[in-house]
C-alpha cells in the first residue's frame, strides 16, 4: 500500500512509509518544507536532491469517481438547479498558506482523501467580497457593506443581515432589501456553495518567499532600522499549477432558478478579475483566460492591424515594439494600487494574455483599448510587461 499513501499524512506527519522509497531526513534535519521529499541516492551512491514535490501522484484517489459522487450528491440537494465553473490557475495559486501546518506556511489539504481542494466557504467569501467591491456599490468604499445588502439579488444568494449600522462612521443605517409586510429581515441566502475538487491528480510546485528586514518587522520595540545588511530568510511553500478545479454550486429546490446563471457569471468575473486563495496581488489565483474569443472579437472590432509598422513574422529580441492592446484584468499591488494587465496584439494571430502594463496614469475601465510600446521579447519571443503609451480614442 505503499504507492497508495495519503499525501496529507506524507507531508505533515513523520513516517517511514513514501512511495518512491525516499531516506527522509529526520529531526533537526528537515530545513525546510521541501526536504521532507527530497534525499535520494542515485547507482553511484551520490545523494540527490530534488527541488519540487511534483513527483508525488496521489495514487489511489480516483478523481472520476469523486466528481461523479458529488454532483450526485448535488443533484439530491438541489435537483437540476446547478451549475459548475472549471477553475484553471492562469499561473499558479495557493489556498491556507496562513493555516495551521508544522512549517512556517500551509496548505489547505481535503482532510480524509489528503488533496488539495478548495474549500466552499472560500469560494463564497472570494465572490461575496468582489461583488460588493463592484462599481454599483461603490458610492463610497466605507459603505459599500450597507449598500450591498440593499441589492434584493445580492441578498438572495448570499444571505444578508435584517440591517446594517454604520453611523459611526459617519454614514446610515442599511436595511436589507427582502421585506415582509414591508419590514426588512434577515435572510441565509438561497445559493450553497460546494468544495471544489481536482479532476485530475494535481501538480505541486514548490515556491519561496523572501521577506526582507524580517529583525526590523519582527522588532516590537522599535529599536531594528530596515537596514540592507540583515540575512534574507527564505521561506518555502506548496502552490499548485495546471491543475483543473470544478467548482459546484446550486440553489435549494423551491428558490429561484434563474439564481444558478446570475451565481455563474458572478464566479466567473469574479476568479477572472479578482482571483481566489493567497497572494492574488501578485498574480497568484486568477483563472485561466477562458475571454480569449471574447477579446479577439473586441480586437476586431477596436484594433486595427495596419498600425505595425515593422515586419514581426520573426520577432527581434533586440529591438523595442509598440503594439496596442485591451484591459482584461484588474489586480492590487502591495500598497493596494491599481496593476492592469492586458491582451495585447503582437503581430497576426498572434495574442498575449495578461501582460502587465506599467506606467497607466488614471483608472481605465476592462474592455478599454490602449497603446503600449517598451514590448522587448527574450530569445523564445516571451515577454510579461508592456508601458502604457496612451488610450485609442
Known sequence: MKEKINFALALNKLHKDNPQEWELLAGKEIKKLSDRFLKKTDTKGNVIHKGE????????INFDALEKNQESAIKSLCGENYDYIDFEPDWRFIIGLGGASVYNTGITLHHIYGIPYIPATSIKGSVRSWKIQEDEFQEDNEDAEGLAI????????????????LTKNGFKKYKSALKH???????????????????KPPILKVDVM????QDYYGDNNGKTPPADYFSLKPIMFLTVEKTTFRMYFGVKKEANE?????????????LFHRGIGAKTAIGYGYNK??????????FKEKVEPNFFQENRNKLNRNRSYNAEGIITKIGKDNQYKD????????????IRENIKINRIPNK???GTVIKVTNIKVGGNEKFDSATFNGEKK
Not at 150 to 165: A, H
Not at 259 to 270: E, G, P
Not at 339 to 350: F, G, L, Q
Request: glycine share 6%; proline share 4%.
Open 53 to 60: 514535490m511534483k513527483n508525488f501522484e496521489f495514487k489511489g
Open 150 to 165: 440593499q441589492n434584493e439579488e445580492f441578498c438572495k444568494v448570499f444571505g444578508c443581515p435584517k440591517e446594517i449600522d
Open 181 to 199: 409586510n414591508g419590514e426588512s429581515y434577515e435572510f441565509e441566502g438561497n445559493m450553497i456553495f460546494f468544495d471544489a475538487f481536482p479532476l
Open 210 to 213: 523572501t521577506p526582507h528586514y
Open 258 to 270: 434563474g439564481l444558478v446563471n446570475t451565481t455563474k457569471n458572478w464566479i466567473d468575473n469574479a
Open 289 to 298: 483566460n477562458t475571454h480569449i474569443e471574447e477579446n479577439k472579437n473586441l
Open 339 to 350: 496593476v492592469y494587465y492586458a491582451s495585447v496584439y503582437i503581430k497576426e494571430n498572434d
Open 364 to 366: 481605465l475601465d476592462i
